[in-house]
């Protein structure tokens, strides 16, 4: 749909480089790396590198970034607007203008409006880009419309949940502190592939002072691979093996009393739960043998500085939140956040506090208007009525940065949903994804250096301006364009907020945090923001009133860091959630039906379901596979590169087997996200995955899932 021809290598080779433009990466990895791209002419890209002088990028970036010329001259992207010609998901279109194809959208918001009152449209959004603007302006018009409200549970809920429960707040040691530390222990984040830039840091330590590096996961990721030491743990039981680490603290006097004594709420309490949490009960749960454990406990506990960094993989398991918790109070039983180079870090997202009033709209925002899970969306089109939380059935769709057909758990309900005749849907997107093939109207969108925009870091510290630096081709526009054009449409562009540019929002965001504006921005390219080393230590205090971390969280008395009222309440089974850290059996385990327990892990060439369609990316992942361990693929016959079968409840994919003995026996691991297109019957991983909502404050797991297994009959 693009007769752009790919970028052309010899030209960049030749030294052509008109100018180098500064820029951040705009996908949803926590390292939001600060960028300088080629720049060959006033539309052309040639290679994108990390900005050495950010502190924290360092210069680094991965390579799916790195080859950006292909995905913003690919001959796939999305040009035109798309009206459906044929039935659902035929894949046939006619073509319209831009304007055409708004006042249709409008004119279908509108009708479903009249027919079943505002709540019947959802516009659907999540992180597809991380720009301020152009993700979370749809709310403005949410708000203004008082369309349905989103409750996003995709991604951070359980780990920042987890996190908050204890520190009291969501920061902590800087994270370039890893390159003082003696021992970085990386701990539920594959960061080779999800967030390169740990590992620059994390490296710098191992090479400058022989610090020790050691990884926590659930199989031999890339990460895993580059530790010293390895520990493997079975899905969802890293709160037994933390408990375990903790008694062995205690036993051997390598707990810091003094500082638990000032620092905490319940030391003794802690060491007397404890009592039982031996490694012997460990191990029987989570796989690590007793000595592994011990001697993990005696390297962090005589290594003043120890540095924890805590990543997503606690949000993936039902237990999660607890998890989290256990994990960083293993942290702070050790004391060391009193050291340079020590402490935990999971995110810094409290640390930025730009003032989103205007850009979300939020004058107009009604908390007690019907809230819907993202991950619930199967439920939710196929009219459940749980999920529609007492509103109307949803007939009319906005769907922006984001392609639910294809990472939203219950696939099937999402896919059957999607299909309803009575339903319209319009999806903003750059390429033809899952959802975009499935909506009866498809706008193409601009790409992040194709527009203006702002990031924070998730994973570091600072706020890194985007300014447009190309053209975009003909036809695509940017997010900013949709809602405006939209509000205009329904009535809505006269209230407060609307109307403005996006370098307007911008200038706005920051000069109310007295940080300049957009053109100081441009200039000076970024703002580090880290706190103080006392603040980001909580050396003053930690985050609750009383300045106390709790290793007795408050569950559901404790705002999440999804704070309300952008939440819906406590959710999943809070009472099952223990008083004390603890291993909870709250996750999907295996049984005599389903003796596999399945992992969708992400995989190093895509980020979510986007870069599926960059030819180097798919060339390096090559196709859908299932990591089996050698025994269990033995046991039942399979042998690698054979077709196999594996399913529940909920459905079945097929795929190939890769032997693998990087996890422990009865666990399976994909790497995605892989288009549904690239299954068997057009079926995609997340047709295996549940919807239900984890405990205390929601959240989806996305690697807690039971499976059998069989080989595929050829
Ligand atoms: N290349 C690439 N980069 C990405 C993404 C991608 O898809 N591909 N996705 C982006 C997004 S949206 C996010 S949220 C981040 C996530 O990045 P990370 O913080 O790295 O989190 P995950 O990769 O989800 O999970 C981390 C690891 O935890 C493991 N894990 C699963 N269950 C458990 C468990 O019970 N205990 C322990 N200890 N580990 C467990 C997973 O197998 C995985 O290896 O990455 C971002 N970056
Ligand atoms: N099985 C399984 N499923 C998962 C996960 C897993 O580990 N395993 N991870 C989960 C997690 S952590 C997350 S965060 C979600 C992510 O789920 P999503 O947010 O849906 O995934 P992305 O691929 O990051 O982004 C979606 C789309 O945004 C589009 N996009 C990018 N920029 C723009 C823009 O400026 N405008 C418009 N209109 N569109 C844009 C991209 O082309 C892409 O198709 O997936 C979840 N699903
Ligand atoms: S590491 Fe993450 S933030 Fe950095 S360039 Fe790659 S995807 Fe973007
Ligand atoms: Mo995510």
Redesign the pocket.
Known sequence: MNDATPIDSALIDSGAVAAIGHSACPH???STCALEVELLSHNRIGRVRGAAGNSYTAGVICAKVARYAERINHPGRLLKPLIRAGAKGEGQWKDASFEAALDLIAEKFDRAESKFGSETVWLNYYAGTMGLVQRDGIHRLRHAKRYSNQFDSF?TNLAWTGFTMGAGALRGSDPREMAKSDCVVI?????V???VNVMTHAMRARKQRGAKIVV????D?PTMKQADIKVL?K??T?GAFACAVMHVLFREGLADRDYLNKYSDDPAGLESHLQDRTPQWAEAICGVPVAEIEAFARLVGTTKRSFFRL???FT??RNGAV?MHAALSLAVVTGSYQYEGGGAFHSNSDIFRLDKTLLEGRKHFDPSLRWLDQSKIGRVLTGEAEALNGGPPITAMLIQNTNPANVTPEQRKVIEGFKREDLFVAVHEQFMTDSAKLADVVLPATMFLEHDDIYRGGGHQHIVLGPKLVDPPEGPKPNHHVIEGLAKRLGVSDREGFGLTEREHIDIMLKKRGMGDFDSFKADKWADLQPDFNTAHFLDGFGHKDGKFRFRPDWTGTPAANKPPKRMGPQGPVDQLPEFPDHVDLIESADADHPFRL?T????S???STFAETPSSTAKEKRPELMIHPDDAAALGIADGDRVQLGNGRGEVAMHAGLDAGQRRGVVIHEG?WPNSAFEAGEGINTLTGADSCAPYGGTAF?DTKVWLRRAEV
């Not at 892990?601 to 190093?604: D, H, L």
């Open positions: 949803d990895c926590p991604c701990w539920g984040t594959n960061a592939s999800t967030q926590i996961d659930i199989y990721t743990l899905p969802g890293d990543g997503y993989g993936r398991q998890n992992a892990s992400p995989a190093r895509f980020l979510n996200l690697h």
